[in-house]
């Protein structure tokens, strides 16, 4: 089976660095992705890790352990247009699973 | 510009009644999906395909049909079995079946708020 678990709020202020957790159980694992959701609208993507280690894109970088079953998603200088929900999902069997989501609240 | 066009923005229907909510996508991918989000949840996957007449359930099939018939359209129905239908429906697509989430990742249409009184 699967399941991801990811905390459901996180609050930082502007500028500032924010790691968002996410673990999974599940069988068959072929790679951990994440995605960004504004209020209301369509989820967009923003990473993939198949490998262990570290993926830079700009401000945002992802990082996976397969033997700890463990990633986590880095959002540098933080900006408020970040303020979103992110979501972490596992690629199985041609199908992406979705975590429940952390929302991102950035203040000023 | 190539996306996923999701008809209607909302869509209000009654108890007891069918709905079918529309998906289009001239990004020339081949697979399909449906998910479903209830307010501060997670999508769950509730069909999906993966190439033209040809669809498998996902976790949360029961109540809702969908049909391939043509490459560009994915349909899905709501029907009257569904129990809680009222809920934000996203219609997503990638360009292959899901082997690598880089090279194939998902793209979503804006989804279509159903609520059903």
């Known amino acids: 089976g699967q399941s991801l678990e990811q905390p459901s709020e996180v609050t930082a202020v502007e500028g500032a660095i924010v790691q968002i957790n996410c673990t999974y159980q599940?069988?068959?694992?072929?790679?951990l992705s994440w995605y960004q959701q504004h209020d209301g609208g369509a989820p967009t993507f923003l990473s993939y890790n198949g490998l262990d280690g570290l993926e830079e894109t700009g401000r945002f970088s992802s990082f996976l352990s397969r033997s700890d079953s463990y990633g986590y998603l880095l959002l540098q200088e933080l900006q408020m247009k970040d303020s979103a929900s992110y979501f972490c999902?596992?690629?199985?069997?041609?199908?992406?699973?979705f975590g429940q989501g952390t929302e991102l609240s950035v203040k000023p | 510009d190539g996306g996923i066009t999701q008809s209607p923005k909302y869509l209000f229907r009654k108890e007891g009644q069918n709905v079918t909510l529309s998906c289009e996508q001239n990004?020339?991918?081949?697979?399909m999906y449906w998910y479903r989000q209830d307010p501060g949840q997670g999508l769950r996957l509730i069909y999906y395909?993966?190439?033209?007449?040809?669809?498998q359930k996902g976790d949360i099939a029961e109540g809702y049909s969908v049909s391939r018939e043509k490459k560009e359209s994915f349909p899905l129905t709501v029907t009257s079995a569904q129990k809680n239908p009222t809920a934000f429906y996203l219609c997503?697509?990638?360009?292959?079946?899901?082997?690598?989430?880089?090279?194939?990742?998902?793209?979503f249409g804006n989804g279509t708020r159903l609520t059903v009184t």
């Open positions: 990004l020339n991918h081949d697979a």
């Open positions: 395909s993966q190439i033209v007449n040809d669809f």
């Open positions: 999902a596992v690629l199985r069997g041609g199908k992406l699973i």
């Open positions: 599940t069988s068959g694992f072929y790679g």
């Open positions: 997503a697509s990638s360009r292959d079946q899901l082997t690598g989430g880089l090279n194939s990742p998902l793209h």
